[in-house]
Structures are given as structure tokens and as C-alpha cells.
């Protein structure tokens, strides 16, 4: 951090996706940490896996998202060692939204989301903003390439877009494997015109079975 | 207007109008708007954007010639706003000049460059010079006081020889054996600075788009399907255009 006055903040640039289908959820980030014109490496996660059926995604300053990350976690294993289970999805969601706030003078730079499966094994996407405020939604991107990516899940995604009322059931009725090409496309789409996004890009479905992973390559410049 | 200030100084001798007509132009930047423009900036307007070229943009002498080399981004802020923009500007047959900086001031200056340097070549009869073309960017971008956001590698070979030069913003001018420019300008000095040596051969060709070296990874097979009823529509007016065309009146052809 250039130490510019009291300036404590950087972004480190990338994107974040996240979609919620009827018995799956797929969240997808890429792994270019950059800061300015540079890049500082190509290989860097920006996803944490906090339950055994919630992930979360973030973007901005990866600082920041290292020592929320942890604290999760910690207050995770205290939540299993009280309750002798894991924490479901909308219960994390609730504790990094409590989580955030408690920051609220001195945030925490990081643009979340979470996604995973709920109590009927559904799927489930939270987007978050800097300070905590949430909302459950069908589908959510952050980080440089949102204004990018946004757009196209609106228009292709038929799952009912947080804008509309009367508020509806938040899931698209896409299949797994079609997300999936969505989010893959998307991805490419935000690297060709966003400089932030691309080296890789890390694909985490969750479904009954569990949690899969893929790693797709994205262009380098 | 120059009319209306004469009237002026003479009906309301004293105070009035001095600005017009007695004092001959003197040529240079002409600081008129620049009290206004910060006033502007005060009262919390704020500048248009420049589209900058976020650029890599080289040059290297060699044996019997020049070779100049630069990338294709073009980027507003965070954005790439062309993905295959050229950036390797023709001053005349035998000089070839490169930009970095603002798109807009890079192509104003090598295109206006490249029209005095070609009138310039009916007037002596002779090739452009590589000095020639130096000295008419210099002497631009200096007058502009910096303002005029163009940093360029100026390469070409004439009677005299191959010659390389950088031309920065405020006016000053290099000349070197390889030179950088732009953003990625330290990344290719590093590699200039460890392998260039004199002596180097090649040969003269224009190679646009010489690599591709970053394809796009992932092209959906699905392809997408733009649904109407998807956005939905507030209200439809639909207003026929009557033809306004009138019968042609006769008219004179042109003489040859």
C-alpha cells in the first residue's frame, strides 16, 4: 500500500460470479492479483470454502479478504463446536453480514458473495456490499467486470431479476452444465475488455454431491 | 470581429476594448481559456476523459534500417475500448513514427506532420528527412507547452542513414540506438537493455497483427438468444413518414 497520507486501501482488481439453480449453485472468480498497471501473480484464489455446502467469492482488497476469511472460519469451528453441526447457508450469510457491520467505520474492502445450498437444497447466491448490507438473489457479479458481466446474466439468466416485483423465487431454471458454459463465456467476454480480469478463472459447483472444481484458462494480457 | 472592436475604441475612447486590433498575434500557447478552465474545475465541473493509449510502443537500428514495434490495446480507464488499434503511424514513405499517450493528440500530430513533411518534399523535390520530421513535432508539441499528450518513437532511413528518436510531450527529443514509450515502456527496456547489440540484421516489411498471442479461451457453442419479451416495452408510437419529395425543377448542367 502506498502509504499516501492515510490512505489503507488497494484494489487488487478481478471479478466474482456466482449463480443459484434449482439444486445447484456454481460461483466462479478469476485469479489475477494486480494492483495498478502491474500484475503481481496469475495464480491467486479468490474463493474460501467457509461450509461444507457455502462458498464464498470476493473481489477488491485482498488484504482485507485474508483476515475476514479467517475470522469466518474461526467463528465457523466455535459455531460447530457449540452446535455439534455445520452452519447451513442462510445462517452464514446472517454472520458476514454481522460480520461486515461490526467494521462499519473502518470496513473491510472486499464486494462478497456467497453462494452455496440452503436447508432444502436449493441453491442460494447473497451479494453483499462493503459494510454488510445483503440480499438473496438468483444471481450476482462484483469486482471490475461486473458493470461487464451484469448486463448479460440479466438478459440470459430467466431466473426473475431482484429488480422486478412482485418478488419471486430466486433461481433460474438453466441446468447445471448450461450455467456452467454461461459462466465460462462470461468470463472470457469480461477479459477481453476488462484489463483487471483474466489469467484463470476458478469454477466451484455445488450440488448434492458436494463440492466440484475447475480451473479454465483465460487470456494472459 | 476585429471590425467591431475598431468601432468600439473609437466611439468609447479609454478603457474600453484593448485586446483587438494593434497588437500583431505572437504565436505560442495562448493562455486565454486557462483562468476560465480552472474556475470551471472549482466550481466542481469536471474535464472530459482522454481516451489514453495504454501502450508499449519500440524501436530499434539496425544494420541497413529501423524496426519499430507496438501493441494494439487502446484503453479508457479500466476499459479496452479497441482490441486491434494501430499505433504505427505512416509520416511518409520512408519514416514510420509510433504513439503513446492521448489516441486523439497522437493522430492529430503524425497525420498533420505527415502532410507538411509531404509538401514539403514537392517543394525541395527530395525525400522527407527523418531531422525534418524531428524538428516539425518538436516545435509543435513545444509551442503546446505540453498540453498536446503525445509521446512518440519517430524512426525512418534516409540519405543520411537510419535514425531513431523519442519525442515527449513538452518537446525535448532523444536520439538513440533502441528506445521504449508508454506504460509498458520499463517491461521492453528491460529486455532491450540485456540482448540489444550492434550490428543486427533484418529486412523492410509492414507486419500488422505479427502475433496474436492471446486468442480469446472460451467461445459458448450455445450461442445466445435475444427473446422478444425479455425487455419489456413501456409504450409503441408508430409515425408513418409522408414523402416530401417534390418534383425536380429543371436544372442547368455543369459545363465541362
Known sequence: MAL?????????????????????????????????????????????????????ASSGFQGDLKALQKNLAAKHLIYQHQHNKQMSCPAMAQLLSNTLYYKRFFPYYTFNILGGLDSDEKGCVFTYDAVGSYERVG?????????????????????????????????TPLSEME???????????ATERDIYTGDKVEILVINASGIRQELMELRKD | ??????????????????????????????????????????????????????????????????????????TEGPIVADKNCEKIHYMAPNIYCCGAGTAAD?????????????????????????????????????????????????????ITGPHLHTVY?????????????GSGSLAAMAIFESKFREGLTGQTEYLRNHQLPNPRTYVSSRGYNFLKGHTEVLSTKITPLKSKVEAAAEVDEMEE
Not at chain 1, 179 to 189: E, I, P, R, T, Y
Not at chain 2, 130 to 158: P, R
Not at chain 2, 169 to 181: I, N, R, Y
Request: include cysteine; charge should be neutral.
Open chain 1, 4 to 56: 499516501r497520507g492515510n490512505w489503507m486501501y488497494e484494489n487488487n482488481g478481478g471479478t466474482c460470479v456466482a449463480i443459484a439453480g434449482a439444486d445447484y449453485c456454481v460461483i466462479a472468480a478469476d485469479t489475477r492479483l494486480s494492483v495498478g498497471y502491474s500484475i503481481y501473480t496469475r495464480d491467486y484464489s479468490k474463493i474460501c470454502k467457509l461450509a461444507d455446502k457455502c462458498v464464498m
Open chain 1, 139 to 171: 444471481y450476482s457479479a462484483h469486482g471490475t467486470g461486473a458493470g461487464l458481466i451484469i448486463p448479460v446474466l440479466d438478459n440470459q439468466l430467466k431466473s426473475p431479476s431482484p429488480l422486478l416485483l412482485p418478488a419471486k423465487d430466486a433461481v
Open chain 1, 179 to 189: 450455467a456452467v458454459d454461461l459462466v465460462k463465456d462470461v468470463f472470457a467476454s
Open chain 2, 1 to 74: 470581429m476585429g471590425y467591431m472592436c475598431w468601432s468600439s475604441e473609437i466611439a468609447y475612447s479609454g478603457g474600453m476594448a484593448r485586446f483587438a486590433a494593434d497588437v500583431p498575434t505572437r504565436g505560442g500557447f495562448s493562455f486565454d481559456l486557462c483562468q476560465r478552465n480552472e474556475m470551471l474545475l472549482k466550481k466542481g465541473n469536471q474535464l472530459p476523459t482522454f481516451r489514453k493509449t495504454g501502450t508499449t510502443i519500440v524501436g530499434l537500428v539496425f544494420e541497413d534500417g529501423v524496426i519499430l514495434g507496438a501493441d494494439t490495446r487502446a
Open chain 2, 106 to 158: 497522437t493522430e492529430a500530430v503524425t497525420d498533420m506532420v505527415s502532410s507538411q513533411l509531404q509538401l514539403h518534399r514537392y517543394a525541395t523535390g527530395r525525400e522527407s528527412r527523418v531531422v525534418t520530421a524531428l524538428t516539425l513535432l518538436k516545435s509543435h508539441l513545444f509551442s503546446y507547452q505540453g498540453h498536446v499528450s503525445a509521446a512518440l518513437v519517430l524512426g525512418g532511413v534516409d
Open chain 2, 169 to 181: 510531450p513538452h518537446g525535448s527529443t532523444d536520439t538513440l540506438p533502441f528506445a521504449t514509450m
